[in-house]
């Protein structure tokens, strides 16, 4: 499975921006898709996550509400809305694929697809 994000760019506080993440290759082995991040000398963070065949979503605390992920199968593209963007957003965000089909929740952890990173950058 390959992986291709996109979307990233500079944008003023309070505004929004739309990542993209199309997958290509064994499709068919993803269970579910996420999106992480990492600010400068941070640690990469998951942000949000949705079951690649399924409606089921979860978001990281701080983007709860201002954040959406959502998926089109038939183009195997995963979005991340991003509005209401603040400087903590800023960060290379990662879309991942994870493996793994567990019933009942979506895992932060064990993403074994990556794509490469979509630099966002929020200014005051």
């Known amino acids: 499975v390959q992986l291709q994000a996109s979307g990233g760019g500079l944008v003023q506080a309070g505004g929004s921006l739309r990542l993209s993440c199309v997958a290509s290759g064994r499709t068919s082995s993803i269970a579910f898709m996420g999106w992480f991040r990492q600010a400068p000398g941070k640690e990469r963070e998951f942000v949000a996550g949705?079951?690649?065949?399924?409606?089921?979503?979860r978001y990281e605390d701080s983007v709860k509400g201002r954040f959406t992920i959502a998926r089109d199968n038939g183009k195997n593209l995963v979005y991340l809305q991003m509005n209401s963007l603040n400087v903590e957003d800023t960060g290379d965000y990662y879309c991942?694929?994870?493996?793994?089909?567990?019933?009942?929740?979506?895992?932060?952890?064990?993403?074994?697809?990556w794509g490469q990173g979509t630099q966002v950058t929020v200014s005051s």
């Open positions: 991942a694929g994870h493996r793994l089909h567990y019933p009942g929740f979506i895992p932060t952890t064990g993403y074994y697809y």
């Open positions: 949705i079951r690649w065949n399924g409606d089921s979503t």
